[in-house]
Structures are given as structure tokens and as C-alpha cells.
């Protein structure tokens, strides 16, 4: 019986530690082919093309960066921008929603919750959402288009609200009510302080998606100054990809020197960069938040 | 003086309230009115609810396309295979991850697999081009080093099916693994324990005790991607096959049409229409999915 154990363990192990193994090198192997992209020599990955360490280490690419490197600034102090003010303006209106709706004596609060998550239900959907940004609101070519649309959304006060009416007795806040405190007072005094691991959990998954956001961009921005990190990579991204076609198909083009390859890659490097040196810091953040998310969602 | 007191109370509560509500009323509730327009011959100076009406011509122009049942056929067929497929590898994943005895292996393995979850779609897009690209793609790095012939995966339709959904698993297996992690976690380790005296092995561990004790995670999360199941993810399908027409034939899902429509074409008429009828459709679904599993067992009504 013991040896019929072990024997079924040792399969056990073979399986998992292959399929793990496997998937996690899935996972790692483009960043390692990004990385090693940006400091190998243009002339290594022309000829041997990409590989997971460089045939030929070259800091080139960097340097063509930073010896031209307004535009990416410029795009860089877009996107801490408008991540940091979304974020906080986000967090703060979301934090004031969940609180009153968590109040027991707050009136109609759960028509109100309802009102709220109708809209996750049935969607306008994006046609007239971009008449309304350009046509009616009139802010193409501005700041605010790239902050609005992400600025809230219903499951991060839904979140909120459980885990503020689960984490603060309605006790403290009733006893402060007694001492005389205001509503906001007691928001902010003592909700606020008492949730800020909540408060740290969905400012992060709403920081990540005004960093990794394009798609805004897309629609409502095309002044060179408002383009933002990750429109600025896909639009390099994709201008190379058009002109080598254009190259390959007219060869009077070839004066044309698409930008480089190892440019290519520093690029994505410079733009995933934060992400990937605050990634083990934020890690375990995410994961409670995905877990919370998904006994309440 | 009470009285007093608790209006005071609510008109504070009220104002904390009023910029979320605000902001779902112009967000939200206005885009919904503003699907009038897929029944609108749509021009700019009239504005939304201003311009002139046309019946149902922008849906018979879209259907006269043709091309909205390919999209539409595409939408579903690609979330049906995203569902099996994710919740397969996720629950694997987990089951895995919390069984293996190397804890630092554990570690390192979570921390990758979730990784992919922060990347944007546009490094994505990055990846895939520099895995596929004719000239210096990886792939045909690899085929060229053992003697083979480089391929075009770009004029090859077929295959982007499965680089799309192997993209969409890669990208969001370890989210969804994470999920699975807490509820295997949650099991009570001494059912375990009293199979293992047993003589239950891991496997047979694992499919009379964890899986069937997480049916209820499944069919939640199941239930959840079943309720968007008429939506494209804009974002991937946009980017990992870079927009390329060549491809539409089996990678354009109805986001990426309307999307198309709106911005390409400029056609607001068809394009409205064609999302309305998005909406409606993922409306009608999510609330049968719902009445129906509330009719059966309510715990795991979604709302």
C-alpha cells in the first residue's frame, strides 16, 4: 500500500511540475526576448533575429532614446498624470459612494445600489458614448477624455461597500454620531483610516488600468502633446510595421529606414519598465483584490 | 430637533453621493437614450436626439452587409471556446499550485503566471509580432534552426483561432487561478487527512474532494463570462492581430466592427445599430441566464 502511494505522488509531481514549469516559462519568455531585444545590437538581431540573450550586447537603443527623448517624456508626464489624478479622484468620489450606501439610515440606498449596477446590465455602448464625449461634452484633444471614461466603476463601490460595512461595526460609527460628528466628519476621520487596505487594493487596480489605457487615446486624442505612454508605443509599433510593408513592396523605398528593432524593443522596455520593477512589491495587493472581488462580485 | 438632525444627516450623505451618481447619469444613462440614433440618419449639426429618423434602414444596411452574422457568429464562437478552455487551465492551475510540496517553486510559478494580467494590449501586440513576424520572428528564428521552412502566419487565416484564444488563456489564466486558489484554500485540510488514512491517493484526492467542493466557484465564474458572452474583448482582438483586414475573415468579433464602423467608415447609423442589437442581445441573455438559475438554485443568481 505505501509503494502504491508514493507511486501515484510521483506521477503526481511529473504532471504538475512539467505543466507549472511550462506555463511559467510561457509567461516569463517574452519579457526575457523584450529585454534582451533592447540591449542587443541592431546588426545581431537583423541577423540572427531575436533570442533570449544578446549575441551581441549593445546599448544603442538606449541611447537613441535618450538622445531624443521629449516626446517620450512628454508621454511618460501624460500618464502619471492622468493616472494619478484619476486614481485619486476616482478612489475618493467611489470611497463617499460606498460609505453611503453602507449606511443603514441613508434612505433609498438601495434603489440607489440598484440605479448603479442597471448599467452593467444594459449598455449604451460605445457609439453614442463617443458622440457624447465629442459632440456634447466637447473634450477631443483633452486631458479629461482620457481620465472620464475609467473614472469610476460599479463593482469597485460595490467592493467597498461590503468590505467598509464588514470591516467597521456600525457601533463606532453610531458612538461617534452621538459625540456630535458630522457624516463627512466621520468619512473622513475614521472610514477612511480604517479602510486603507481596501483603499490601497482598488487604487492600484484602477492605477493599472489608466497606466495600460490606450484605447481612450485612440478615440479622443491626436494632439502630439496629450498622447499618452502606451498610445505612443502603438503608434511606433505600428507606423514600423506599415513602412516595412511599404518597403518590402516598393523598393524605390528603401531610403526609408524603418526605426530600429532594438529600438523597438527599449521602447516596450521603457514602457513596461514601472510595471515590471513594481510588480513584486504590488503582487500580493492584486491578489487579495481579486479574491475579495470574487466572493463579492 | 432629531428631525432636524437626521435631514441634516441625509442632505451630507446625499451630497457624498451625488458625483457618483452624476457620473453614471452622463456615463451611462445618456448613452443609453443616445441608441435612438441606430433608428437616426445621424448628422452632426442636429446632434443625437436632433437629427431625423429613418426606420429601420441602418439595420437593413447592416444586415444587407452581410458581414454582422460572420461577426456576430464570431463573437459567440470564440467566449464559448475562452470559457472551456480558461476554466480548465485555471482550475488545473490551482489544484497544481496548491498541491506541489516546493514552496518557493509555488511562489515563482503564481508570481509569472499572474504577470501577464499587468501587461497592456499593446505589448501584447508587441509579443505576438515578435513572435511571428516573417523576417525575425522567434517561430521562424526556431524553424530556420532546425532546417525548416519560415512560415507567413499572417497570411495564414486559420491559425489566428488558436493563437487568440492560447493569447486570451495566457493572458488571463493566472487572474482567474487566483480565484480557485482561495476557494481550494477555504477546503477543510482534515478531509484530507482522513482520506489520506484512507489510502486515497493525490489523484483520487483531488477528484472526490477539491473538485468537487470548488462546483460551486465553477459555476459562478462560469455564469459570470456567460453573461458577456455576446461581447468581444475590443482590446485583444484589436491588437494581437494588429488590425490587419487580412485576418478579419476569422478574427473580427462585433466590437471590433462597430469599433471599425464608428471610426473607419464614420458610419454612425450602421454602427449604432449594430451595437444596439449587441446590447440588447447580451441584455436579453444575462437576465434569462439569471431567471433561470435563480428558478433552479437562487445562491448563485448573479443579482
Known amino acids: 500500500m505505501h509503494y502504491k502511494l508514493s507511486k501515484d505522488r510521483v506521477v503526481f509531481s511529473i504532471i504538475a511540475y512539467s505543466f507549472l514549469t511550462i506555463f511559467t516559462l510561457c509567461c516569463i519568455l517574452p519579457f526575457g526576448f523584450v529585454i534582451s531585444g533592447a540591449f542587443s545590437s541592431e546588426q545581431s538581431i537583423l541577423e540572427y533575429g531575436y533570442s533570449l540573450l544578446p549575441h551581441q550586447f549593445s546599448t544603442a537603443a538606449f541611447r537613441t532614446i535618450l538622445a531624443a527623448p521629449g516626446d517620450i517624456l512628454n508621454a511618460y508626464g501624460v500618464t502619471i498624470f492622468v493616472t494619478a489624478a484619476g486614481t485619486l479622484t476616482g478612489l475618493l468620489i467611489t470611497a463617499m459612494a460606498a460609505y453611503v450606501l453602507g449606511r443603514k439610515c441613508f434612505p433609498h440606498r438601495n434603489a440607489v445600489a440598484f440605479f448603479f449596477y442597471f448599467t452593467t446590465i444594459f449598455e449604451g455602448g460605445i457609439v453614442p458614448k463617443y458622440i457624447l464625449m465629442i459632440r456634447y461634452l466637447g473634450i477631443k484633444n483633452n486631458l479629461l477624455a482620457l481620465i472620464l471614461p475609467l473614472l469610476i466603476n460599479v463593482f469597485y463601490i460595490i467592493i467597498m461597500r461590503s468590505t467598509i460595512s464588514a470591516s467597521i461595526p456600525d457601533s463606532l460609527i453610531e458612538s461617534a454620531e452621538i459625540d456630535g460628528a458630522g457624516e463627512f466628519q466621520i468619512f473622513r476621520k475614521i472610514v477612511m483610516p480604517l479602510s486603507k487596505p481596501i483603499l490601497a487594493t482598488v487604487g492600484l487596480f484602477m492605477a493599472l488600468e489608466y497606466w495600460?489605457?490606450?484605447?481612450?487615446?485612440?478615440?479622443?486624442?491626436?494632439?502630439?502633446?496629450?498622447?499618452?505612454?502606451?498610445?505612443y508605443l502603438y503608434k511606433m509599433l505600428s507606423q514600423i510595421t506599415m513602412l516595412r510593408e511599404l518597403v518590402s513592396k516598393v523598393p524605390q523605398l528603401t531610403v526609408v529606414t524603418p526605426p530600429e528593432e532594438s529600438f523597438k524593443m527599449a521602447m516596450t522596455l521603457v514602457t513596461i519598465g514601472p510595471i515590471l520593477i513594481l510588480y513584486p512589491f504590488v503582487q500580493k495587493y492584486f491578489v487579495s483584490g481579486i479574491m475579495v472581488g470574487a466572493v463579492k462580485g | 430637533m432629531r428631525g432636524k438632525g437626521y435631514k441634516k444627516r441625509n442632505r451630507v450623505l446625499f451630497l457624498m453621493l451625488l458625483p457618483a451618481v452624476l457620473y453614471f447619469i452622463i456615463f451611462a444613462y445618456i448613452p443609453m437614450t443616445g441608441t435612438v440614433l441606430a433608428f437616426k440618419n445621424y448628422n452632426y449639426i442636429d446632434g443625437i436626439y436632433g437629427s431625423p429618423w429613418n426606420g429601420f434602414k441602418n439595420f437593413k444596411f447592416l444586415f444587407n452587409g452581410g458581414k454582422i452574422f460572420r461577426v456576430a457568429f464570431n463573437t459567440f464562437a470564440y467566449n464559448i471556446v475562452f470559457i472551456a478552455v480558461n476554466q480548465t487551465l485555471q482550475v488545473i492551475t490551482a489544484v497544481l499550485l496548491t498541491e506541489i510540496a516546493a514552496k518557493r517553486f509555488r511562489k515563482i510559478s503564481q508570481s509569472a503566471i499572474l504577470l501577464p494580467y499587468f501587461i497592456s494590449w499593446v505589448i501584447v501586440g508587441g509579443f505576438i509580432y515578435n513572435l511571428f513576424n516573417y523576417e525575425y520572428g522567434s517561430v521562424n528564428n526556431f524553424l530556420q534552426a532546425l532546417g525548416k521552412a519560415p512560415v507567413?502566419?499572417?497570411?495564414?487565416?486559420?491559425?489566428?483561432?488558436?493563437?487568440?484564444?492560447?493569447?486570451?488563456?495566457?493572458?488571463?489564466?493566472?487572474?482567474?487561478?487566483?480565484?480557485?486558489?482561495?476557494?481550494?484554500?477555504?477546503?477543510d485540510k482534515e478531509i484530507y487527512e482522513a482520506a489520506a488514512i484512507e489510502g486515497a491517493g493525490k489523484f483520487r484526492q483531488i477528484f472526490s474532494i477539491t473538485l468537487?467542493?470548488?462546483?460551486?466557484?465553477?459555476?459562478?465564474?462560469?455564469?459570470?463570462d456567460v453573461g458577456r458572452i455576446f461581447k468581444g474583448d475590443f482590446q485583444m482582438f484589436y491588437q494581437v492581430t494588429g488590425n490587419n483586414p487580412l485576418l478579419y475573415e476569422t478574427t473580427d468579433v462585433i466590437d471590433t466592427f462597430v469599433v471599425r464602423s464608428l471610426l473607419q467608415l464614420q458610419d454612425v447609423g450602421m454602427s449604432s445599430a449594430a451595437g444596439l442589437m449587441q446590447s440588447v442581445i447580451n441584455f436579453v441573455i444575462l437576465i434569462s441566464v439569471n431567471a433561470v438559475v435563480k428558478h433552479f438554485q437562487s445562491d448563485y443568481a448573479l443579482f
Open chain 1, 212 to 231: 495600460n489605457d490606450w484605447f481612450n487615446a485612440m478615440l479622443y486624442v491626436d494632439k502630439k502633446s496629450l498622447i499618452p505612454l502606451q498610445y
Open chain 2, 152 to 187: 507567413d502566419m499572417y497570411s495564414n487565416i486559420g491559425a489566428w483561432k488558436y493563437i487568440l484564444v492560447l493569447v486570451n488563456a495566457w493572458k488571463w489564466v493566472g487572474y482567474g487561478s487566483v480565484i480557485y486558489l482561495a476557494a481550494i484554500t477555504g477546503i
Open chain 2, 212 to 224: 468537487p467542493l470548488i462546483v460551486p466557484q465553477i459555476i459562478t465564474l462560469v455564469l459570470l
